[in-house]
């Protein structure tokens, strides 16, 4: 046991001429590859990480640029509900002066039927009424009257009732 705790120089020598060779043989075929893939790795990490920044740029500015076309979707939308509503008023518009038109002529239409109907009734009624006074006159007179005097009678007649 008193051996372990000696130093032995030619120990210590040949320890450290083996350390020596085993660091130039790890620089030579263990650090630079390392060092290699650790720089690879950083720069495939950077790649990535400029990737995603890119990606996130483009996917602002296609968000953007929907949008965008979101708008102006709605603004095209807004244009055509007031288009439409603006063509539905004309047509309603156009639909009520028909309406009024077609009310107008067969309120006229209605007029004319009455005024004929009317016509026709004192037509009707002053033919009954000259022959009621032509039949009282008769038997008033008992005679016949002759044309001329007859008619002469029957406006005379005709013209007391309308005043009346």
């Given amino acids: 046991m008193d051996n372990v705790l000696n130093v032995n120089p030619g120990l210590i020598f040949w320890t450290l001429v083996n350390f020596g060779i085993f660091f130039i043989l790890l620089m030579k075929f263990g650090y630079r590859p390392m060092l290699n893939a650790l720089n690879e790795r950083e720069e495939k990490i950077h790649n990535s990480i400029m990737a995603a920044e890119n990606a996130n740029v483009e996917a602002q500015r296609i968000l953007a640029e929907n949008k965008e076309k979101l708008a102006e979707a709605h603004q095209q939308v807004a244009v055509v509900v007031k288009e439409g509503r603006v063509q539905a008023e004309k047509i309603i ?5 028909e309406a009024e038109y077609i009310k107008k002529q067969k309120l006229e239409e209605t007029a004319r039927e009455m005024n004929r109907m009317k016509d026709e009734a004192f037509t009707q009624l002053r033919s009954e009424v000259a ?22 009678l029957i406006d005379t007649a005709i013209s007391q009732v309308s005043k009346n």
């Fill in 93 to 97: 518009a156009k639909a009520n002066e």
């Fill in 131 to 152: 022959t009621l006074v032509m039949q009282a006159t008769e038997k008033v007179l008992d005679a016949k009257l002759d044309d001329d005097s007859h008619k002469k």
